[in-house]
């Protein structure tokens, strides 16, 4: 989210004539994208504002903007405490950003936007993707559960979903510049459609947005995120196991392994509904890696809560999971709790997780060893120049000799090797001659994986 939040001021800018540089001695202005979920986030950023002091003294032309979410968290407060930012810019007024730099230029003074209502994005004014393979999309903004360790409703808003024809228009227009690898974003992107952009009929669930996507031609490959157990359908599983060009990979947070907790966490479910979801993911979709959020230290978690999440690491085998360490934010219900346990703890329990995790993670891993698989290709490989990073359907990274012409092609390989979490493969299919693409244009990267029906029927359940 936060990612295609700083494409879209970049790309808004770069629209008005700016120019986007790395380092901040050749900028005139300097923009801090923010997020508020945890209190290191927010740390760095405060950090990172109090060095600018100086060079604001020494440069006063010199524009500070901040946007994001700390700015809906903290709003004039931060004027107050740091007099040397001239933009706040709220997660939903993105688009007043090169408005608001002229403001701060010609009448040199500070500029707040703050926009509650609203979606907040200027659809047609979407940071040119030409030459990328791979885009943002947001399906939704803002949030309407209320986990009540969660600053996220309070940051963005309530909830709003785009209408479905405007979704699709709009992977159309993606298509049509070259794009092939879509991921659609939302806070909770299995609620889509709910809760509708005022004036228009949204009229669909996230499980037929999804297929609907699927039918654009040209693109190849679908992800999301995030998602929420209590909305995770068995629609939108059906849609998936329907849908070959649907990523493999299901993040859904977990949070914690104790009901008690899950409860206070205010998360409608309880680990049992929680694994019957996986379950049955998993029996209509059996090459599905699935992948979890888990918060330790959360208030009130004894030693037998945090068993129980052990527990439920060990028994449902994630592919993958993110441990946090609980961190109180501000306006949120669990904040008003005794956040008693020490720091230590905390650590010993995030390691040890983390610890575990990793263990089932590389176990895992092994089991796909000498499959053939479809892949991605999305960058050259950081250590050789010889060699591409791919990623699979189930978002695992794999590594192979091929040269830049790849990049955005898919292809199949075999999965010979796994380092860490990197696959080394061979290719098996070499990509078809460069040819006209859909749009009747000649495909840019010379490969197309639209004539390949690879992968995902052919993969093995454990
Ligand atoms: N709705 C989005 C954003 C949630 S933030 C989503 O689901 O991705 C991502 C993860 O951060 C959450 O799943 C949760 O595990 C963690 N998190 C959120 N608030 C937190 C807090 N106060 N302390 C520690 N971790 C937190």
Redesign the pocket.
Known sequence: MNDFDSDMAAGLLKKEGHEIVQDDDSADVILFNTCS??QHAEDRVLGQLAELKGEKKKRPDLVIGVMGCMVENYKTKFFADYPHVDILIGTRSIPELPKAIETVRTERRQVLELAKTGFGYELLEMPRLEGKFHAYLPIMTG?DKVCS????PYVRGREISRPLREVADEVRRLAEIGVKHVTLLG??VNSYGKTVASGESVSADFATLLRAVSKVPGIEKIGF??S?PEDASEELFQAIRDEDKISRRFHL?L?SGSDFILERMKRDHTLAEYRKKIDRMRELIPDIAVTT???VGFPGETDADYEATKKALADIQFDGA?I??????PH?AAARWEDSMPMDEKNRRNNELLNLQKEITKRKNQTWLGRTVKVMVEDMSKKSREEVLARTWQEKKVVFKGSGTLIGSSLRVRLEQVFDETYRAEVVSIPPPPRADHSGRPAKTGASSSSERAGTKEFQPE
């Open positions: 979920v945890r949030c360790f969660c600053i996220v806070q909770n995120t995030t929420h947070p949070q959020d888990i918060i993110f946090f360490k609980y961190s109180p934010r949120t």
